[in-house]
Structure formats: structure tokens, C-alpha cells
């Protein structure tokens, strides 16, 4: 395994987690972060299984969701690439989980505290501008 490989691979396990998720969303932040970019190749699943000391059924599961999703694309023989377009599909992604799991709730909580939407707009101004 190539340094570059190697250390995209320094993420740990986390045993009370599917391990097949874990290779799933380490290589999505990769792609985010843009330590993948698009017609970049990942590492193969012998390589993963390898390196985390696991089955290669578990890491070409992690690998094959990405690839049902679009995400990457296999070339015969010779490995597994980045898709194009693939941040653009992973952002949107996040930001409709984003609305469900946190603007959803978020709006919820004000309305039952009787919060008016100007209230809601103000607060999240100041969050946006604290940050």
C-alpha cells in the first residue's frame, strides 16, 4: 500500500458500529474534504481488509454501497475511482439529512415554546454569526 493510501487509511474502527458503515462514511468525508477528488482511486478492499485486519466481504460492502449510490465506479482490473459529481450528490445528500434531522426538530421546539418564525430567523443569525 502506497504513504497516500496509508494514511487516508489512519481512521480507527469502532467496534459497537457496522464496519462496513464506517468504510462507507470514511470515504464520503474523503470526498467532502476533498482529500478524494473525482477520478481519484481508492484503495481496493484487500487493501482495507488488510489494513484494518478484516474480512474483504465487509470492506467491498462498504464499497459497494458507494458504488449503488454513484459515489465511485468500478474499471475492470484496474480499481475503484471517485464519480464525478460525486461531492455535488454527497452535499446534497447531507443537506436534506441536515434539514430532517436538525431544522425539522429545530422548528418543532419553537413552535412548541411559542417562538415566531422572526425569532427562529434572528437566533439562527446570531449562531451563523458567532461561528
Known sequence: ????????????????????????????????????????????????????KINPATARKGI????????????????????????KKLMAKRKEEFFTEFVKPLVKEAKRIGMERNELSELLSKGVDEE
Open 64 to 87: 459497494q454501497a458507494l458504488v449503488d449510490e454513484g459515489l465511485i465506479f468500478k474499471r475492470r482490473g484496474i480499481g475503484m475511482f471517485v464519480a464525478e459529481g460525486a461531492k
Open 1 to 52: 500500500m502506497d504513504e497516500k493510501v496509508g494514511e487516508k487509511l489512519k481512521k480507527m474502527i469502532d467496534e459497537n458500529r457496522p464496519i462496513f458503515q464506517q468504510i462507507k462514511e470514511w470515504v464520503e468525508e474523503d470526498i467532502l474534504d476533498e482529500a478524494l477528488k473525482e477520478g481519484d482511486k481508492l484503495p481496493s478492499t484487500n487493501e482495507l481488509a488488510k489494513f484494518y
